[in-house]
């Protein structure tokens, strides 16, 4: 099993900055892929930006230019560095993983649990 922790949520106003940590916690693991995801109410939970354990990036066209998704592999931790808010970014955020354990083959997708950004006008 693998635990993800979020931290850095908040309330921020329009044009202002926020960055969000992850730290994942576990025994036997490798991380590949991690992303950020972002969901409101009502709607499908949607990425926001993802890195390879290379630190190959992709980017939601509407966060493009404003978010930055960096991680540390020694660490286990992934980070978004958010610039420039606006409204509509006002969400819940979710860190993912794709796991891969010592002693198997398999990769496992495991989530945090969540933190909410809001940013007002």
Known sequence: QVQLVESGGGLVQA?????LSCAASGKNFSLRTMGWYRQTPGKQRELVADITSGGITNYADSVKGRFTISRDNAKNALYLQMN????????????????SFTYGINVYSYWGQGTQVTVSL
């Not at 044009?15 to 960055?19: A, C, E, H, Q, T």
């Not at 420039?84 to 796991?99: G, M």
């Open 84 to 99: 420039s808010l606006k409204p509509e970014d006002t969400a819940v955020y979710y860190c993912n993983a794709r796991v």
């Open 15 to 19: 044009g202002g900055s926020l960055r």
